[in-house]
């Protein structure tokens, strides 16, 4: 199970994409808890295709054990992070769109 919202993931999808400043990415990412950063990464990974939609346990728990760098610092190094996180969405059934558009017309 995705240890982090939806909400969350499409304001992080919009920051990525909006360029707004590192310091409002790192801020939002280090404000998340350990199970939410290792989510995000799951996630990532899943749409960039290194696991599939059904292996989103094992991608969580090798987040968890394998993280060495600082999740802003790590997701940072993707020049297609926002895309790989809504294909990531995407493959688990969420729809990234209906996220991103709802966190547009709450801000």
């Known amino acids: 199970m995705l240890d982090i919202s939806a909400d969350k993931v499409a304001e992080i999808i919009i920051l990525a994409r909006e360029d707004r400043g590192e310091r409002e990415f790192d801020a939002f990412i280090e404000a998340l808890n350990e199970d939410e950063q290792a989510s995000l990464v799951a996630l990532f990974w899943i749409g960039r295709g290194t696991y ?46 209906d996220a991103e558009d709802d966190l547009y017309r709450k801000g």
């Open 52 to 97: 599939d939609a059904a292996d989103l346990d094992d991608a969580i728990q090798t987040a968890r054990d394998e993280a060495t760098t600082p999740t802003a610092d790590y997701l940072k190094g993707s020049p297609h992070l926002a895309d790989h996180l809504e294909a990531g969405l995407e493959a688990l059934g969420i729809d990234a769109q």
